[in-house]
């Protein structure tokens, strides 16, 4: 299996504009630029209701307005996220797919795979099948990475540290 340190095959970031997956985007540049590696910015989409019910009722122009939606979403986590990417090579690419097969079809076995991860409970239950599937059928290593602690978030440690710290 491929190291991570490898300078062989690409890295392919799973986009979805979501704070994990901004954090996907920053690890996957830092692995990029370890490697001397090009990076594959990729955000999969697909008609909101599903393809089955979509091909029910087709209609061409809201295809067009989804998948710019979602070329606009890769392109500003792109713009967002500029200064981590330096140097690096980067490749945008967007998908008509489920995020899963776009992330488990497209790497080779020397490709390194980034994905976020570390949702809430409730992101977990509505997200984390796409992670699941992707770490159990990825062909290729993969990273999973956690998007920081929010401020309010460290806020609040801080007020349960500093109440324990009372208690005890």
């Avoid at 497209?106 to 490709?111: A, H, R, S």
Wanted: positive net charge; contains cysteine; proline residues 10%.
């Amino acid at each position: 299996m491929t190291s991570p340190t490898s300078t062989e095959g690409r890295v392919i970031v799973g986009v979805s504009g979501s704070p994990s997956s901004e954090a996907a985007l920053r690890r996957g540049a830092f692995e990029a630029r370890r490697g001397g590696r090009p990076l594959i910015a990729l955000i999969a989409w697909g008609p909101p209701e599903g393809e089955r019910l979509y091909y029910a009722a087709p209609c061409p122009p809201l295809l067009k307005v989804w998948e710019a939606n979602a070329r606009g979403t890769l392109l500003d986590q792109l713009r967002d996220n500029a200064p981590y990417l330096g140097d690096v090579e980067v490749h945008p690419m967007v998908v008509r797919a489920p995020a899963e097969d776009a992330l488990t079809l497209l790497p080779e076995p020397e490709d390194l795979l980034v994905i976020g991860g570390g949702r809430g409970p409730l992101g977990r239950a509505l997200h984390g099948h796409v992670r699941r599937r992707v770490l159990s059928r990825a062909g290729c290593p993969v990273l999973t990475a956690r998007h920081p602690p929010s401020e309010l978030a460290l806020q609040l440690s801080a007020r349960r540290l500093r109440r324990t710290a009372l208690v005890g």
